[in-house]
């Protein structure tokens, strides 16, 4: 019998309350606001209900947001979540700001500043205000409902392969097909029908990327990075850091990067590799199929996590048991895949697209991951000690793709599928650092220019690109697919900024795992332990706590690399 978390009893807000308007919470709002702090105890207190205050209203959107992307094409859900966006939240933005400010000017605040995880908190608000501006919530808001737009578009893309409708994502697993003749086919189908929409999802970025600028030149920035590296409170590192992490990939993993295409070039004895011979297995042996359907996936998923250790599989078998998985792909879902921390009743929720791959496996693994991490916070005293940075967030995820590694056979019968499994991802993460290198380089030059024109951002996306991908792959005739694969990648649109960090945490992982490859049970102690921590450390002690280096010098890339490659040899 599975035991169901129920959310904890609240002392300030009504239990029965639930969001509706902005006129129903606009008296809690108050009440914090005008509320006398006169000692230590106050102000603490004075947090927790704000705290609990901020949690309902985070899971009260959380939950729209889950419904409108579960469901594109429901009205309901998608008028539900643009009122929130539209009516409620431009309504806390000011109030939150004063919140702030009452906390910071409190006397009693340098007491509570020397415990762990009121410093880092505070050091948010003290951001927080300092980027603050009124003129900004409108165009906020209108970039909330323009980024929207970019699920919708996606999610009712599809194609028609041999009389049947499929999404993009189900077409896409036709790509790992031994037979070429139908993989060309079905690469054409999906870049083309993307290439229909092109000039739509180009005219919705240059719309972003202009609301974006106006964001951060009136809070007094150059340029959107600046204002987003302050935004995000990217206090451990500076955009040189990540130019130098461009660098290092290039250097050191491109290289090898070119070693895999020579080598897939050669096992499928083609003359020429092209996009299309990507996907499939070098020996031309049917794809990997680790599940039959969500069902299966999940049921393999907790066990294979109730292996590492018992209470992770229990996490996952608690999300099971509330309805908090939706991983089959269907039409009028949107794209992608996430883990959706619910603020109030720490029960996150994981959205996907499975089909049936092997890359689906992954991705229940790695939003796994970000769950386990979710449970392992729930008890945190405050939601803000709760919100990692994702640097920290990715950590999480992609350390849980490796570790779990030893209990893959779960999800496949034979030896020889298993090897297959391990080899293709861990060539994957030579194929991870480079991509996250160009999508970050692009986004750099994106806001540095963000009066470019359309063929101006074309050249620098295709240059960017150049220097990243391998050179064995042929790309003739097919340079208009390669000059807007970047509009497949959803960050662009609806999270900027936010994919150095799966470069950081990708190394990060790698570390996490040589740990727990040389002692398990002190790797996931270690890796357990510093989730636990949520963000009431800075990134580089997270990382200490999980006994590796938050560093993304050359010599380290060089070294973890290494570990990687001494693993696909053993294989």
């Not at 959107?61 to 992307?69: E, H, L």
């Not at 919530?137 to 041999?162: C, F, R």
């Not at 290039?250 to 090898?256: G, S």
């Not at 893959?408 to 480079?434: C, G, M, S, V, Y």
């Amino acid at each position: 019998m599975i035991d169901i978390p129920k959310r904890p009893t609240r002392s300030f807000i009504p239990e029965d309350f639930k969001v509706k308007d902005w006129e129903g919470l606009a008296s809690f709002f108050k009440d914090l606001t005008d509320r006398s702090i006169d000692s230590n105890s106050d102000l603490r207190q004075w947090f927790k209900d704000r705290s609990e205050l901020e949690a309902i209203i985070s899971e009260d959107a959380g939950w729209r947001y889950i419904k409108m992307t579960c469901f594109t094409n429901n009205e309901g859900y998608s008028r539900a979540y643009q009122y929130f966006v539209k009516e409620i939240g431009p309504k806390i933005a000011p109030v939150s700001d004063q919140l702030n400010k009452k906390a910071v000017s409190s006397p009693y605040l340098a007491e509570l500043e020397k415990e762990e995880g009121f410093d880092i908190m505070i050091r948010e608000m003290r951001k927080d205000i300092e980027i603050f501006r009124e003129e900004n919530i409108p165009i906020n808001t209108e970039i909330q409902t323009e980024t929207q737009k970019y699920g919708q578009m996606s999610g009712a893309l599809t194609v028609e392969i041999d009389g049947k409708e499929l999404t993009l994502q189900q077409a896409a697993v036709k790509l790992q097909s031994p037979d070429r003749v139908l993989r060309e086919k079905v690469y054409h189908l999906i870049a083309g029908r993307r290439l229909k929409e092109k000039d739509e999802f180009d005219a919705l970025y240059s719309k972003l990327i202009g609301l974006r600028d106006k964001v951060a030149h009136n809070t007094g920035f150059g340029n959107f990075r600046d204002y987003m590296f302050k935004a995000m409170g990217r206090f451990d590192y500076t955009p040189q850091d990540c130019f130098d992490f461009h660098t290092s990939v290039q250097q050191e993993v491109v290289p090898m990067l070119n070693g895999l295409a020579t080598t897939r070039k050669k096992q499928l004895a083609v003359d020429k590799l092209r996009p299309w011979d990507k996907a499939v297995d070098p020996e031309n042996r049917e794809a990997l199929k680790p599940f039959e359907t969500s069902k299966d996936l999940t049921d393999k998923t907790i066990a294979c996590f109730s292996k590492l250790d018992p209470y992770l599989g229990q996490c996952l078998s608690i999300m099971d048991e509330m309805g908090h998985l939706d991983l089959e792909s269907r039409k009028g879902k949107a794209p992608g895949g996430y883990n959706y921390p619910l603020a109030e009743i720490g029960v996150p929720f994981i959205f996907m697209n499975a089909t049936s791959t092997l890359r689906d496996m992954i991705t229940i693994l790695h939003e796994g991951g970000h769950a386990v991490h979710s449970f392992l916070t729930r008890d945190l005293e405050l939601s803000d000690f709760k919100n990692t940075p994702s640097e920290v967030a990715e950590l999480a995820s992609m350390s849980m793709e490796l570790i779990s590694m030893d209990h893959w056979n779960l999800f496949f019968d034979n030896e020889e599928d298993l090897k297959r499994a391990k080899l293709e991802h861990l060539e994957q993460i030579i194929e991870t650092l480079p991509w996250v290198a160009t999508i970050d380089k692009f986004q750099h030059w994106i806001y540095e220019n963000a009066n470019h024109t359309a063929d101006e951002r074309k050249a620098a996306w295709l240059e960017i690109f150049n220097s990243f991908t391998d050179n064995v792959t042929d790309w003739s005739g097919l340079e208009e697919n390669r000059n807007y694969l970047w509009q497949k990648q959803l960050h662009l649109y609806e999270v900027p900024f936010y994919y150095i960090e799966y470069g950081m945490a990708q190394l990060g992982a790698v570390a996490v795992w040589k740990n727990y490859k040389e002692d398990p049970t002190k790797g996931l102690e270690g890796y357990m332990n510093a989730l636990k921590l949520g963000y009431t450390r800075s990134i580089p002690e997270v990382y200490e706590a999980a006994n590796i280096k938050f560093d993304f010098s050359r010599e380290y890339i060089k070294e973890l690399m290494g570990f990687v490659k001494a693993e696909i040899e053993a294989l």
